[in-house]
């Protein structure tokens, strides 16, 4: 037997909240709580519409595998380990970049780490806005190499070129150009 989703009943709406916006919709559920009383709570249309959609996530294979043999971009002083033997593609701990729960970010979204960086960043001690300076310069830097590598001013295969291309139409899209997954 197939499933079927599950149906809300849509609550009435009550008002417009014009100190937030004009196309944020104010509206209340009743909650029946034991006795006669009756408890009203404000919600927002997106509790009714479900959450926001989940984004496909951006894979690029090719993109991960030019992390093996470079030396470590994060460099945390105290921590790294510069064995290019043990680099690997440290994906951002930030939502913003598609992390999400289990979720790794997008693969556009991660620098070449020694994997003493890679546990710092991931599991460390260090504060969050440390972590973030720290993986935005790194970034930068990585993005540089991508520009490097499509230049032709790095020596990398046709399948790297594609791979750094892939990431930059990524992180700077082009004007008027719609990106697909």
């Known amino acids: 037997m197939k499933r079927t989703a599950f149906k809300r009943p ?4 009550v008002g417009v909240d014009l100190a ?3 196309d944020i919709t104010v509206l209340v559920r009743v909650q029946q709580v034991s006795g006669h009383i009756v408890r009203m709570a404000a919600i927002n249309d997106a509790d009714f519409r479900g959450g926001m959609p989940k984004t496909e996530a951006q ?3 090719a993109l991960l595998a030019m ?8 460099t945390v002083p105290g921590v790294c380990r510069p064995d290019p033997a043990t680099t690997v593609a440290c994906h951002s701990n930030q939502s913003v970049h598609g992390k999400a729960g ?3 970010a997008d693969d556009q979204w991660h620098v070449y780490g020694c994997d003493a960086c890679h546990r710092w960043l991931d ?4 504060p969050a806005a440390e972590k973030i300076e720290r993986f935005a310069a790194a ?4 993005v540089s190499i991508w520009h490097d590598i499509v230049a032709g001013m790095q020596s990398a295969t046709p399948k790297e070129r594609k791979a750094a291309q892939w990431a930059l ?3 700077e899209p082009r004007r008027g150009e719609k990106i697909n997954g």
């Open 67 to 74: 992390a093996r043999g470079q030396r470590c971009l994060l």
């Open 123 to 126: 599991q460390g001690p260090a």
């Open 10 to 13: 849509r609550p009435k709406v």
């Open 139 to 142: 970034h930068s830097w990585m």
């Open 20 to 22: 937030a916006g004009p």
């Open 102 to 104: 289990a979720r790794k």
């Open 59 to 61: 894979r690029n294979p």
């Open 169 to 171: 139409d990524r992180i």
